[in-house]
Every structure is written in C-alpha cells, then in structure tokens.
C-alpha cells in the first residue's frame, strides 16, 4: 500500500517536474522572441530617423540644385550676350578707325584741292591783270588810231569782264574749299575722339589692351568677370548634383535597409504572437 502512494507520489512529482520545465522554455522562447522584437523595432526606428533625415537632405539639395541650374543659364546667357556685346563694341571701334582714317585722307585731298585752286586763282589774276592791261592798251590806241578795229576792242573787252569773273568764281570755289577743311577738321577731331572712347570701351570690356592706345587696364574686364561667373556657377551646379546624388543614393540604401527591418521585424511579431497562441493554448 505504502509502495503504491510512493509511486503515485513520484509519478504526480515527475509530471509536475516535466510541465514546470516546459513552461519555462516557453518562457524563455517569448522573452527571445520579445527581445528580438523589441531590437527590431529600435532599429527600424533608428532606419526611420535615418530615412527621415536623408529625405529632407534630398529635398534641401534638390531645391539648391534647382537654383544652381537657374543661375548657371543666367550666368551662361549672360556670358554670351557679353560675347555679343563685345563684338558689336569691336567692329564700332573698327567702322570709327575706318570713318577716321577716311576724314584724315578726305583733309589731306580737300588741303590738295585748296592748294591747287590757290594756285589757279594766282595764275587768273596775273591773266586778268595781263588782259586789262591789254584792254587799255587796245583802248588808248583805238582812241588814236580809229582804224583799228572795233571788233577787237569789244573781244578784249569781254576776255577782261570774263577774266575778272572767272576770279571771282575761283575764289568763291577757295572759299567753299576752306569751309569744308573747317568741316574736315571739326570731324576729323570729334571721330578721333570717338575712335579713342570706341577703343577705351573695347579695353573695358573684353580686359584686352588696343595696340595703338596704351592705357593701365583694370585687372579683369566685363566679358571676363562674366566668363568667370559662369565658371564659378558651373562648379556650384556641379557640387550640388554630386551632393544631390550622393544624398540620394544614401537615402536609396537607407530605405533598403528599412524595409528590410520593417519584414524582419513584421516576421518576429508574428513569431512572438503565434508562440504567445500556443503557450495560452497548452
């Protein structure tokens, strides 16, 4: 009777014995499994942060990136229309040095001209003196010999009159031909001017000194100082799509990985709720 209980007794303690032990693997596996869930969730909450702060890097570099690519087209029109400019500044320095060096060579035939019409009005005058003397002459000998005839006194007569016109004619043409040297030398200072101010501008702007004017230049011209802005805004433009991709291509890798997380971690949870299920269940 006493050996039956004993039995009994060390059969009830054995199943009790074997129950304890699988409860508290049970246990052990729910605390792993919780464990696990919660460093799955710290780090999908570590990959949220991480995406969260790469996405309003992407945005940051994306909006810079949009104002590079703004400044960099209104840097590069900019350059081009100084290009531009400084053609048009070119060839105005060249049609001054043109019109200029035809006003020297129109002074220089206009002087020409006002010499050889000197010349001529010197030679009618002493013709004209020469025929009036004549005309006299002719005159005082038909006053003494009336034989001689009238015809002739009449044609010396009138080659006097034209002789005297033909003077006066001349020097009306030495007058106009000095109004216009006057003209000549008012222009010719006035394009000088002109050509000198086309060539200080062209100076100005391209940095590159005229041969036939020389002049301290500042240290970078216009069309430089835009050629250099849109170098520098090319480089800018460039930083921020390499930045810009970069940022991206981390925040591509970031999300990877967080969704990655977010599988494991809907895995372990779902393990952690089956396991809870079963140990309610035995």
């Given at each position: ?13 054995s199943?009790?014995n074997r129950?304890y ?9 729910l605390?792993q ?19 969260q ?15 590079a ?13 100084g ?20 006003v020297?060579l ?11 019409t ?5 030679k ?14 002719v005159i005082?000998?038909k ?19 034209d002789?005297?016109?033909a ?16 003209t ?35 240290e ?33 890798a ?22 809870n ?6």
């Open positions: 009777m006493a050996s039956i209980y004993t039995n009994t007794l060390l059969k009830d303690t199943t009790k129950k032990g699988v409860t508290e693997r049970k246990k052990a596996t605390d499994l919780s464990n696990q869930v919660l460093d799955a969730e710290n780090e999908v909450e570590q990959l949220q942060a991480i995406v702060s790469l996405t309003e890097k992407s945005n940051k570099f994306s909006a810079q990136l949009s104002l690519e703004q400044n960099r087209k209104q840097a590069r029109n900019n350059m081009e229309l290009e531009e400019v400084g053609t048009k500044l070119k060839e105005l320095k060249d049609l001054s040095n043109t019109a200029f060096n035809e020297v129109a002074k220089k035939e206009v002087q020409d001209t006002a010499q050889k000197n010349t001529v009005i010197n009618l005058i002493y013709s004209a003196e020469v025929i009036n003397k004549l005309s006299n002459l005082r000998k006053a003494m010999n009336p034989l001689i005839s009238d015809d002739l006194v009449s044609m010396i007569t009138k080659a006097g009159s002789a005297n016109n003077v006066a004619l001349t020097l009306t043409a030495l007058k106009s031909v000095f109004a216009s040297q006057a000549i030398l008012e222009s010719e200072a006035t394009l000088s001017l002109e050509y000198i101010q086309a060539v200080k501008l062209v100076e100005c702007f391209t940095g590159v000194e005229a041969e036939d004017i020389s002049n301290q230049l500042p970078k011209g216009v069309l430089s100082l835009l050629q250099t802005a849109y170098t520098v805004s090319e480089q800018l433009y460039k930083g921020s799509f390499t930045a810009f991709n970069d940022t991206v291509k981390q925040l591509n970031a999300q990877s990985e967080l969704n990655k997380a977010n599988v494991k971690l809907s895995s372990l949870q779902s393990g952690l709720a089956a396991a299920a079963a140990a309610l269940a035995s």
